[in-house]
């Protein structure tokens, strides 16, 4: 599969399904839909752009195949809500997507991202590492209960 024709878009309210189904897939297959991931993907209008976060889709052929969105938490930013469809995985869709928010992310001028994840998603955590990402200590309260790993992108 050719994706030359892959382009990086900033959110459009017409895509808030992609945002939500193609998170909600990989969360019910791995882990469960908490209720903080619920709150985001059902309204990621009030709970990631309008604090000063942002969402980018991956789109081939008129459709959405990948997303990824940065969550301002007012002390850090943070990686977080990326999926890629399966029929597209393997093609390192995610790769570009966080290819293009650390570049987007150093041209904000940001010292670092940071993001949360969990030591089985083996395939995630290779690209987190293969960018750069590195384990950081996972803070007692942190707003995922599935989370077992917290990681550091210095800029």
């Known amino acids: 599969m050719e994706l030359t024709k892959l382009e990086i878009i900033a959110y459009q309210p017409e895509y808030a399904k992609d945002f939500y189904s193609l998170n909600v897939a990989w969360l019910e297959k791995y882990f469960y839909v908490e209720p903080y991931d619920k709150k985001v993907l059902s309204n990621p209008q009030k709970?990631?752009?309008?604090?000063g976060g942002f969402i980018f889709f991956a789109k081939y052929n008129h459709q959405i195949v990948g997303v990824v969105s940065i969550i301002n938490q007012q002390t850090f930013f943070e990686l977080s809500k990326m999926a890629v469809s399966p029929k597209y995985q393997g093609l390192k869709i995610g790769l570009q997507l966080m290819h293009y928010c650390i570049s987007f992310a150093k041209k904000k001028q940001w010292k670092s991202i940071s993001l949360y994840t969990h030591r089985k998603l083996i395939p995630a955590l290779h690209l987190y590492k293969k960018v750069g990402f590195i384990e950081m200590p996972l803070e007692e309260n942190s707003h995922y209960k599935r989370?077992?790993?917290?990681?550091?992108l210095e800029l």
């Open 147 to 152: 989370s077992d790993i917290k990681m550091i």
């Open 47 to 51: 709970y990631v752009l309008n604090p």
